[in-house]
T-cell receptor, first 117, second 109 residues
């Protein structure tokens, strides 16, 4: 597609339930990032996928969080046994591989707003 | 990963030039400097990227001194619509990108 697509745009769930958030990156982009943004705060890095390499999971806050990227395209972020502190906007970004110069330039989706009651 | 430091907030008035400085004292040789802009309820969007000296595009200029330990984003003649949070990132190509707290710019009439 023309941009990064995220779904659902809004999700309200009860504490203890599992949720799945989906990211459809720009076609051909091999790098994919997940971030979390709490109200009024900056972006917290969660996980980074680059091609077929092992993902950088160093930002995942607990083992309740996991992400996968199937076929090098669509990614799913799963939060198990949700807690109220998980309430935030979850942002996905994708990037093509930087060429001979420059760092990756990220294109973000509109985000998925998660509210845990 | 190089850590960045920016002012938490800045105020300006319409028509003024705004300069936002980011400190990155431990920037590595292969690192590039990238700035993003974020409006409320939207994801950040790319503004400009540079390695050294000066880079200019239709939106902004980026000034990077020879030691590269800081960078300055310059927004010419800001308008109310430039009110946003501005993030400075430092990183090398094909690597993860970690955002700092950003600078909240408020442009007043």
């Amino acid at each position: 597609g023309a941009g990064v697509s995220q779904s659902p745009s809004n999700k309200v769930t009860e504490k203890g339930k599992d949720v799945e958030l989906r990211c459809d990156p720009i076609s051909g982009h091999t790098a994919l990032y997940w971030y979390r943004q709490s109200l009024g705060q900056g972006l917290e890095f969660l996980i980074y996928f680059q091609g077929n390499s092992a993902p950088d999971k160093s930002g995942l806050p607990s083992d309740r969080f996991s992400a996968e990227r199937t076929g090098g395209s669509v990614s799913t972020l799963t939060i198990q046994r949700t807690q109220q502190e998980d309430s935030a906007v979850y942002l996905c970004a994708s990037s093509s591989v930087a060429g001979s110069s420059g760092a990756n330039v990220l294109t973000f989706g509109a985000g998925s707003r998660l509210t845990v009651l | 990963l190089a850590k960045t430091t920016q002012p938490i907030s800045m105020d300006s008035y319409e028509g003024q030039e705004v300069n936002i400085t980011c400190s990155h004292n431990n920037i590595a040789t292969n690192d590039y400097i990238t700035w993003y802009q974020q409006f409320p309820s939207q994801g950040p969007r790319f503004i400009i990227q540079g390695y050294k000296t000066k880079v200019t595009n239709e939106v902004a200029s980026l000034f990077i001194p020879a030691d590269r330990k800081s960078s300055t984003l310059s927004l010419p003649r800001v308008s109310l619509s430039d009110t946003a949070v501005y993030y400075c990132l430092v990183g090398e190509k094909n690597n993860d990108m970690r955002f700092g707290a950003g600078t909240r710019l408020t442009v007043k009439p």
